[in-house]
């Protein structure tokens, strides 16, 4: 029998190469055995744990969820760093839970509000020393927020900031009439919505009943975010349900993951709508009462006060 040339130089190689990949397969295997595997041509769902910060156990058990998951963190809280370095850590994204003033229950805001009767460099200073005190940020969703969500004015200085900082955003949706995630469009911000709060009704049942209202939310839409609580019944549910997607045939994926797909959508639809004009009809403004988004094409000065912008269409 004819030796083929150089096979005793390759087959050592390869033994080595099956070795190591069996074993690299073994230690992803055990550590993503509390996530589920990534299926093509599937529904997905996203899930964020907001209000983190105030409950270290609480915190610290849902920043051991599956490392889809993301953990949205309440701003200038005992323990938010600590879940914060943990949730990244583990792979986990890690989001602002921005407090926006509400029409009602104006208590539990917490530190670091955004509120109506803010001007815009008050407003500026308030954002940047809650994204200071929360480590990783690479998004927020709104914290309340009723009333400031509905803000024409406020919402378009937000979108400004996380345009300027490269961060999306996740409408909550704490009110019908709220006009963030829309703003957020205009300014070409990442962004999505919440389809369904896992635990308004804080009880195990109802739990179970909205988790099957997201699944049946993105079966049909191809997609659909969660929002729930570090709270005993959520948690309990979660560390349960989330391991067994497969069986369910739905894939759970990070909310960076979900904001890249949306943003790489609008860059293909951009370049088709490329031809049309974009800004129109530059006007003055005072930045402190400023809403409106600044055009690509100017470079303006932040602390400016009397500047020419365009009004986009």
């Given at each position: 029998m004819r030796k083929i040339k150089g096979l005793n130089r390759v087959l050592p190689l390869l033994v080595i190469s099956l070795l190591i990949s069996a074993s690299m397969s073994a230690l992803l295997g055990e550590n993503l055995s509390y996530g589920p595997l990534i299926k093509k041509n599937i529904p997905t769902i996203t899930v964020i744990i907001d209000d983190i910060g105030n409950n270290r156990l609480l915190g610290l058990r849902a920043a051991k969820l599956p490392p889809q998951v993301a953990l949205s963190i309440l701003p200038h809280t005992s323990f938010?760093?600590?879940?914060?370095?943990?949730?990244?850590?583990?792979?986990?994204?890690?989001?602002?839970?921005?407090?926006?003033?509400?029409?009602?229950?104006?208590?539990?805001?917490?530190?670091?509000?955004?509120?109506?009767?803010?001007?815009?460099?008050?407003?500026?200073?308030?954002?940047?020393?809650?994204?200071?005190?929360?480590?990783?940020?690479?998004?927020?969703?709104?914290?309340?927020?009723?009333?400031?969500?509905?803000?024409?004015q406020k919402m378009n200085w937000l979108m400004e900031e996380l345009k300027y900082r490269d961060l999306f955003f996740i409408d909550s949706r704490t009110t019908t009439e709220t006009i963030a995630e829309n703003t957020a469009q205009v300014w070409q911000v990442p962004t999505e919505r919440r389809k369904v709060f896992l635990d308004h009704i804080d009880e195990p049942e109802a739990i179970a009943v909205q988790f099957q209202r997201l699944l049946s939310i993105a079966e049909k839409n191809g997609h659909a975010i969660a929002i729930g609580h570090p709270r005993e019944n959520t948690l309990n549910f979660l560390e349960q349900k989330l391991t067994h997607l497969d069986g369910l045939q739905f894939n759970l994926i990070p909310v960076?993951?979900?904001?890249?797909?949306?943003?790489?959508?609008?860059?293909?639809?951009?370049?088709?709508?490329?031809?049309?004009?974009?800004?129109?009809?530059?006007?003055?403004?005072?930045?402190?009462?400023?809403?409106?988004?600044?055009?690509?094409?100017?470079?303006?000065?932040?602390d400016s006060i009397d500047i020419i912008d365009c009004l986009i269409h």
């Open positions: 938010s760093d600590e879940i914060a370095h943990l949730g990244k850590q583990r792979g986990m994204d890690i989001l602002l839970h921005q407090p926006m003033e509400s029409l009602t229950n104006l208590s539990l805001l917490g530190p670091g509000p955004l509120l109506k009767n803010m001007n815009r460099r008050q407003f500026n200073q308030v954002l940047d020393e809650n994204l200071k005190v929360v480590p990783f940020v690479i998004g927020l969703n709104n914290h309340m927020g009723s009333l400031l969500t509905a803000d024409k960076s993951q979900l904001m890249a797909d949306i943003s790489s959508i609008k860059s293909i639809k951009k370049l088709h709508d490329s031809t049309e004009p974009v800004y129109v009809d530059c006007y003055y403004f005072d930045l402190n009462n400023y809403n409106y988004p600044r055009p690509k094409s100017l470079r303006l000065m932040r």
